[in-house]
């Protein structure tokens, strides 16, 4: 790939292989280095940083209302959108051969050849000095220091190995999300339970197996070699994740709904019907997602989020019902 900022768009593998997922018609290489730029950063995906807001918003009723609190959480998730920025530019530039392979991937900045690797290589490590510098400005500044960079020295792992080891691979994705879900609280020291931290552990886990079943069926269908770690994987196997983390999930958040309506009447509270309510929404949104996931549709998680409204809807019932429960009829975590 040529390395000068003026280079045309590389076009080596834009034409083939032709996807037959209706994705693939809407994709487009960038028009220019600005643009190449920041659709490199993948800001579609900052919506997984959303995560951050889980522990706090299941804290109690002064959690989202303090604005000490609020201003950590918008610290948390700054730092990961700059952290998971620098990875995805890190990741792309490594695997920008075997992206120009991939019927969707090649449309991507650096596979277009629109933005130079180098160029990749220097907004990554300025992204990720911003954002364990910026971590700093939290109440908890050091611990969320210490989670942004494990996230980093993780993820950066995986970019440059880990990811084509089949199980250590769906591992790394997995943490990716747990860390998000963690550093809410972290920054602002809250207290995290331990149900709350096993639902973020095996939700994780439940939705990067279903992005390697994904791919998989992706892989057979167009012949495309996505990763190499796909080699060490059988359909049965990721169903048998999947299906191993979603029941942990749903029987872990059920614990944890159970623990916060005893806690809830103890303080004679009548919020605690609402967290029972809640297993409801979030089970069905379960089931929902592993039907989306055994059509093969769970390649993108974020982009599944935006686009499935049964999805939406149950996400807006769950959070309904969370709303009465930690904030309308108060409980204490």
Known sequence: MPDDFNSEPHTQGIEAPVDSGANASKKRPPKNLPDAMIKALRPKQWVKNVLVVAAPAAAGSEALTNVGTLRDIVIAFITFCMAASSIYLINDARD??????????????IAAGVLP????????????????GVSFLATAGSSLAIVVAIYIALQLGY??????QPVLDIAL?????????MAGGVAASIDLSQWFLIVAAFGSLFMASGKRYAELILARETGAKIR?????????????VWTLSATAVVMSYSLWGFEMAEAARATGSSGAIWYQISM????IAILR??????????????????TDRTLQLLAVAWLVCIVLA???????L
């Not at 075997?98 to 449309?107: A, E, G, I, L, Y």
């Not at 970019?159 to 084509?164: A, I, V």
């Open 159 to 164: 970019c440059f190995g880990w990811k084509h």
């Open 280 to 283: 409801v929404p979030f089970t």
């Open 173 to 181: 994705v997995s943490s990716g999300f747990m860390l998000r879900a």
């Open 117 to 132: 690797v180098n160029l990749a290589y220097a907004m990554a490590v300025v992204l990720i000095v911003a954002a364990v």
């Open 96 to 109: 920008v051969e075997s992206d120009r392979q991939h019927p969707t991937k090649r449309f991507r900045p």
């Open 326 to 332: 930690v904030y309308i009829t108060p409980a204490v």
């Open 228 to 240: 190499k770690s796909l080699a060490g994987y059988t359909d049965t196997y990721l169903r048998f």
């Open 289 to 306: 997602y592993a039907a989306d996931v055994d059509r093969g549709d769970g390649g993108a998680p974020d982009e599944l989020a935006l």
